[in-house]
């Protein structure tokens, strides 16, 4: 019923800038919650940043004041920028949407196939 769609990864060298999109698409009814997540080899996927249809935000420590997650409602899409990118931010990055869906009454939960982040001199 949705495809949640990745965008904008690549190569980048340390301090400089990424932005990811993830737009969705499909029978959607509303989009509650909307997430990333990444994974880096050898590790646990972990949250990024997550945020709610009434804008609330929230981020990884280790992100703050680095990355900001925006949503444009109108085009069932989220952002993430990424700045003063770091080598340790390498990883894949996934999006995650809380969904309600035709023709089902409860949210859903969907992901991304994930786009690659490789930051490195």
């Known amino acids: 019923q949705v495809q949640l769609v990745e965008s904008g990864g690549g190569l980048v060298q340390p301090g400089e800038s990424l932005r990811l999109s993830c737009a969705a698409s499909g029978t959607i009814v509303s989009i509650y919650t909307m997430a990333w997540y990444r994974q880096a080899p050898g590790k646990q996927r972990e949250l990024v940043a997550d945020?709610?249809?009434?804008?609330?935000?929230n981020y990884a420590e280790s992100v703050k004041g680095r990355f900001t997650i925006s949503r444009d409602n109108a085009k069932n899409t989220t952002y993430l920028q990424m700045n003063s990118l770091k080598s340790e931010d390498t990883a894949v990055y996934y999006c995650?949407?809380?969904?309600?869906?035709?023709?089902?009454?409860?949210?859903?939960?969907?992901w991304g196939q994930g786009t690659q982040v490789t930051v490195s001199s």
């Open positions: 945020i709610t249809n009434g804008g609330s935000t």
């Open positions: 995650y949407g809380m969904i309600r869906v035709r023709p089902f009454y409860s949210a859903v939960d969907y």
